[in-house]
């Protein structure tokens, strides 16, 4: 992609989704970030001198579950201090214009695009503000209400750990399946505060490019990519937006509400 100017490039993401019929999403850590939620990835990968990866995967859960529930009831007292920011706010009226032909699959856990007002979102790494216990497999949505130290199951007493996808683990497959089919279906996808260079947004991209060469009708989706700065795998996007989601994002849905 040629160097544009900003101006530019949030015209071109209008007009692209002033004529599109179905629009797709992924958004990733970079849009909570200007929210207030901390990335760990994104720093050194360390949260109070532990390595995520410790508080954040099923071996680290074993040995020790009360550290990883210390790190998880603080993420989810950040996240009851912090407000959706108008990046959220601009996909959400996105919702409003095409909706049901609109689809945000999500890699955060924070649920701060439903608290913006979307409704059709695919969680792909699960919820902050849900439980799943360790014996019965129960899961129940608590919102942001403080939980115990090491909280346990109203039905079994087991011990509950967060709905999380952790390192190590699979995405959950009929959630993945429904962002697939969402991303193959759609004529714009916007990747939002996540680096393009990695699964599954690599993967997605190239599936939102390519799918005409194998269903064999139409054209691949065009891909806007919103991030603070390039990556290098923004030549994969037809269309870049470079700065905080909270401000470019905004421009894009004035300009189609102007129509
Ligand atoms: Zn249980």
Request: proline content about 5%; hydrophobic content about 45%; some cysteine.
């Amino acid at each position: 992609m040629s160097a544009e100017t900003l101006d530019h490039a949030i015209r071109r993401a209008a007009d692209a989704l002033r004529s599109a019929r179905r629009v797709a999403v992924l958004t990733g850590a970079g849009v909570s970030a200007e929210s207030g939620v901390p990335t760990f990835r994104a720093s050194d990968g360390l949260w109070e001198g532990h390595r995520i990866e410790d508080v954040a995967s099923p071996d680290g859960f074993r040995r020790d579950p009360k550290l990883v529930w210390h790190f998880y009831n603080g993420r989810r007292a950040n996240v009851a201090s912090v407000q959706p920011n108008p990046g959220h706010s601009a996909l959400a009226a996105l919702e409003s214009r095409f909706a049901s032909n609109f689809t945000l699959v999500t890699q955060n856990v924070d649920g701060l695009h439903q608290a913006a007002g979307n409704r059709n979102v695919l969680e792909v790494h699960g919820s902050l503000r849900r439980t799943r216990c360790t014996e019965c497999g129960a899961v129940r949505d608590r919102g942001l209400e403080a939980l115990a130290e090491m909280p346990t199951c109203a039905l079994c007493a087991g011990l509950l750990r967060p709905d999380i996808v952790w390192f190590g683990e699979m995405l959950p497959a009929r959630i993945w399946e429904e962002a697939v089919a969402a991303v193959e279906a759609c004529d714009v996808f916007l990747v939002v505060g996540t680096s393009a260079v990695v699964q599954p947004a690599a993967g997605l991209i190239h599936l939102a490019r390519h799918r005409a060469d194998w269903i064999g009708e139409g054209e691949g989706a065009t891909v806007v990519e919103v991030n603070l700065t390039p990556t290098v795998a923004s030549h994969a996007a037809h269309i870049g937006l470079y700065g905080p989601s909270g401000q470019t994002l905004p421009r894009v849905v004035d300009l189609l509400r102007n129509d």
